[in-house]
């Protein structure tokens, strides 16, 4: 975590929760990633306990910033973040194995 006084001028921008509109604690804004032109950030509200996902890259335009609620914590980003990526193959391979079974039936007579 950083502290206040450390905190970037983009990190500024992460001002209230987008789901109660409580404004964060900066202090706790966790810096999981960073290079010279992108930040990846996680913040959890204290009022209704949302994580906010924010990813931030300085482009030629300006700062182009992606931010995403989600369910994980901070650790479990990171482990998603350094795992391998996604190939073709590896799409197609889900593809097949979910159209050729009767899986997506089965979890229609779940719901």
């Not at 810096?31 to 306990?49: I, K, M, P, R, W």
């Not at 030629?60 to 992606?66: E, L």
Request: glycine share 4%; net charge negative; proline share 3%.
């Amino acid at each position: 975590m950083i502290n206040n006084s450390e905190l970037p001028l983009n990190l500024k921008l992460i001002k209230k929760c987008p789901v109660c509109q409580k404004d964060y604690n900066q202090a706790m804004v966790q810096v999981l990633d960073e290079s010279e032109f992108n930040l990846l950030t996680y913040a959890t509200c204290s009022g209704c306990g949302a994580n906010l996902l924010t990813k931030l890259a300085a482009l030629p335009q300006g700062i182009i910033g992606n931010a995403i609620l989600t369910d994980l914590k901070s650790h479990e980003v990171l482990e998603f973040a350094q795992g391998a990526d996604l190939s073709a193959d590896d799409v197609l391979e889900i593809h097949q194995v979910i159209s050729q079974s009767d899986l997506l039936s089965k979890i229609k007579k779940i719901i």
